[in-house]
């Protein structure tokens, strides 16, 4: 071993480590800092007119109730995710309580409306969004207090909402989420597990870890009748099984 690879295996004195952590953390103050935060309720606001979900839901009305639901299902999730991202857990200035937000869509003209309820001992946010000629998604967003551990302060999110689309079909959400922020690279996760149930007997469950990876089933009468595979940033795919005789 030579004695230039000697300095490399030696021992890090306290001072140098002290002078390490003491970089890291200010690259990660600085990094977290200087990244642009995102008002939650604007945030909400603008995911929830990504409708195109919902349009292609509710064309496989009134058959391929299944399908409806993976529609929705992808709808909702990607709400999740997109109102998420860039959003800040620390320092964000929020809306006053009983200030309502709204945003259109300037080609579907889906409208939505954020509605800021409450600040402590969680962030409420009650929500809707109409979208012309093809239904609309009502319900309540809870944000719990943020969690630091590391690098990555994380936040629990609880949705409830109901679905209404053409035909009378409904279908009802509930989801437990948590959002991750990294301070070094301002990376957002979001993980946890959504289910929704419709007026159709259809019961979806879907589960998303920690990387991002996302997969889950459409069941109905006790049989899987579709399956869920992707990950949540790029996408949530379903795969409809098909129906023999007697089965449906």
Do not use: W
């Not at 002290?18 to 600085?30: H, I, R, S």
């Not at 909402?161 to 079909?169: S, V």
């Amino acid at each position: 071993m030579s004695t230039s690879d000697s300095v490399y295996l030696k021992k890090p004195t306290l001072p140098q480590i002290g002078l390490l952590v003491t970089g890291v953390g200010l690259y990660a103050a600085v990094r977290y800092y200087g990244t642009r935060k995102f008002n939650g309720a604007e945030r909400l606001a603008e995911a929830l007119l990504d409708s195109e979900p919902l349009h292609t839901a509710a064309r496989s009305l009134p058959e391929a109730t299944e399908a409806v639901l993976a529609g929705c299902t992808s709808y909702m999730v990607t709400v999740a995710y997109k109102a998420a991202i860039g959003q800040g857990l620390i320092g964000t200035a929020e809306d006053p309580i009983n200030h309502s937000r709204s945003r259109q869509h300037p080609y579907s003209h889906a409208m939505s409306t954020v509605l800021t309820e409450a600040h402590e001992p969680e962030h409420l946010l009650t929500y809707a969004v109409t979208v012309p000629e093809t239904g609309e998604v009502r319900g309540t967003r809870r944000l719990g207090r943020v969690r630091v551990a590391g690098l990555a302060p994380t936040r629990p999110v609880f949705d409830a909402a109901q679905i209404t689309l053409p035909q009378g079909y409904t279908a009802q959400l509930e989801s437990e989420f948590e959002i991750a922020e990294n301070f070094l690279t301002g990376q957002t996760r979001l993980y946890g597990a959504a289910t929704l149930r419709d007026n159709c007997g259809n019961v979806a469950r879907l589960n998303i870890g920690y990387d991002g990876s996302a997969n889950g089933t459409i069941t109905r009468d006790a049989h899987i009748v579709g399956r869920f595979e992707g990950k949540v940033d790029t996408g949530v795919t379903f795969r409809q099984y098909q129906i023999g005789p007697g089965e449906d």
